[in-house]
């Protein structure tokens, strides 16, 4: 499973999850994103969140590829 893949998947009920506006704001981009499996059959997946070329936080989130959710 790649973040290309989760992005394609949720787009339907998260379209703005992904969105460039939003990933700029955040200071990121797909390619900074890594996606692990749990045990749970779920991926986790995490970035780091950028301001003013700083890291100051981290996006880290779980996606069920059964139901397509994020959470």
């Not at 394609?8 to 994103?33: I, N, S, V």
């Not at 692990?36 to 590829?65: H, L, M, S, W």
Request: hydrophobic share 30%.
């Amino acid at each position: 499973m790649t973040i290309y893949e989760i992005k394609r998947r949720t787009m339907a009920e998260l379209p703005h999850y992904f969105d460039r506006g939003t990933m700029r704001y955040f200071g990121q981009t797909l390619k900074d994103f890594r996606v692990y499996q749990v045990g749970n059959g779920c991926y986790a997946f995490r970035a780091p969140i950028r301001k003013e070329g700083r890291v100051v936080g981290e996006t880290v989130k779980t996606f069920d590829p059964t139901t397509d959710e994020i959470f």
